[in-house]
């Protein structure tokens, strides 16, 4: 999941440009987000960025610099900060966006607001991670070790996620994640044809989508969830 930084305009003529959005703008996806997934600072989460900048464009930025630390009186503090370029100075200086807070203070309470940071970085920037349709090669065995990584971030993301939400439901299934761990074990020990392989290295989340093609069954065995994977003739 990423938040648009940009919005396409259809101009009269019928051509589509692309224009940024306002900081504000941006920022407000980025809050709704996280109250919809039970990850927001329960104290405040808002923006610190200076307020007369808020509705023009979003800058370019060439990173995002993320940050929990304990207070001096109490709670734990969330600092989010962008490397901003300066066109007139041609030079990129940091800049407060965000700041939120938890009254918390235990150690767990620390690790979540580590990890809120880490969810906004992943939003605007990505996860650093093979973000497969970009790194496609002529190699199977390369692409197969892509996909294993894969799946293997985004099973323990799922966990890592469930584990800091504050949602009512936000355990996970058990089924759910039983499934999901097969399917994790019969693909990583298993060789796949080469359309699997793109289907899945191009999927934003292959975990999911293997795990929705195998739903019907559940719960199935190791050998179920091989059948239907290699019988399939595709996998969208």
Same mark, same amino acid.
């Given at each position: ?9 259809? +101009? ?6 692309? =224009? ?9 996806? %980025? +809050?709704?987000? &996280? ?13 610190s960025y200076p307020m007369r900048?808020?509705?023009? !464009? ?15 009186? =109490?709670?734990?503090?969330?600092? %989010? !900060?962008? /490397? ?16 939120? +807070?938890?009254?918390?203070?235990? =150690? ?7 990890? %809120?940071?880490?969810?906004? #970085?992943?939003?605007?920037?990505? /996860? ?5 349709? #970009? ?7 390369? *692409?197969?070790?892509? &996909?294993?990584? +894969?799946? *293997?971030?985004?099973?323990?993301? &799922?966990?890592?996620? *469930?584990?800091?939400?504050?949602? =009512?439901?936000?355990? %996970?299934?058990?089924?759910?994640? $039983?499934?999901? $761990? ?6 990583? $020990? ?29 719960? !199935?065995?190791l050998y179920e969830v091989e059948?239907?994977?290699?019988? !399939?003739?595709?996998?969208?």
């Amino acid at each position: 999941m990423r938040v648009k930084t940009e919005k396409m305009i259809q +101009k009269s003529d019928g051509t589509k440009i692309y =224009e940024p959005r306002t900081i504000q703008e941006v920022f407000n996806d %980025i +809050k709704k987000i &996280l109250i919809e997934e039970g990850l927001c600072p329960d104290e405040y989460f808002s923006l610190s960025y200076p307020m007369r900048y808020v509705d023009e !464009a979003f800058p370019e930025i060439s990173g995002l610099i993320c940050n929990a630390q304990w207070g001096g009186s =109490e709670g734990i503090y969330l600092d %989010i !900060a962008m /490397d901003v370029f300066i066109s007139e100075e041609k030079i990129y200086k940091q800049i407060s966006f965000i700041t939120g +807070k938890t009254l918390c203070e235990s =150690e767990e309470a620390f690790d979540r607001m580590q990890y %809120i940071g880490g969810y906004v #970085y992943r939003l605007l920037m990505g /996860d650093g991670n093979v973000h497969a349709r #970009y790194i496609l090669s002529s190699n199977p065995q390369k *692409n197969k070790d892509t &996909l294993d990584r +894969k799946l *293997n971030y985004e099973l323990k993301n &799922l966990m890592k996620k *469930n584990l800091y939400s504050q949602k =009512e439901d936000s355990v %996970i299934d058990p089924e759910e994640l $039983a499934l999901k $761990a097969t399917i994790l074990k019969v693909v990583t $020990a298993k060789p796949l044809t080469e359309d699997k392989l793109k289907q899945l290295l191009e999927a934003d989340n292959a975990l999911d989508t293997l795990y929705n093609l195998c739903r019907p069954v559940m719960p !199935a065995t190791l050998y179920e969830v091989e059948d239907i994977i290699s019988s !399939a003739r595709t996998l969208h």
